[in-house]
């Protein structure tokens, strides 16, 4: 059994920073595409960022404010949130990833996620 915990959200102003976690056990972790996603209530699930093949691509909106890292030998996904916006306000979860050619898919249930809330 795929399980996923999130953590590291919090209350943050605009321009600070977060670090995310998110500890997977029940999958051989580096052998998938691990990655992140939000999602604000009401609306879907948004691709956030992905790490496939030591490459890693980021959503537009996040490009060169969040790093996407993880450790394969500790089956842990990080997400470091820097110059956090309002915008970025969503509950952040993580999965392994599957590539479409139209959108990224989360291949296992999903985890409980870590509320991010960025005050302006």
């Known amino acids: 059994q795929v399980l996923l915990v999130e953590s590291g959200g919090g209350l943050v102003q605009a321009g600070g920073s977060l670090r995310l976690s998110c500890a997977a056990s029940?999958?051989?972790?580096?052998?998938?595409?691990m990655g992140w996603f939000r999602q604000v209530p009401g609306k879907e699930r948004d691709f956030v960022a992905v790490?496939?093949?030591?490459?890693?691509y980021y959503a537009d909106s996040v490009k060169g404010r969040f790093t996407l890292s993880r450790d394969n030998a500790e089956k842990t996904l990080f997400l470091q949130m820097n110059m956090l916006e309002p915008e970025d306000t969503a509950a952040y979860y993580c999965?392994?990833?599957?590539?479409?050619?139209?959108?990224?898919?989360?291949?296992?249930?999903w985890g409980q996620g870590t509320q991010v809330t960025v005050s302006s």
């Open positions: 999965n392994a990833v599957l590539k479409t050619p139209h959108s990224y898919l989360g291949l296992f249930p």
């Open positions: 029940g999958l051989s972790f580096s052998s998938y595409a």
């Open positions: 790490s496939h093949e030591d490459k890693i």
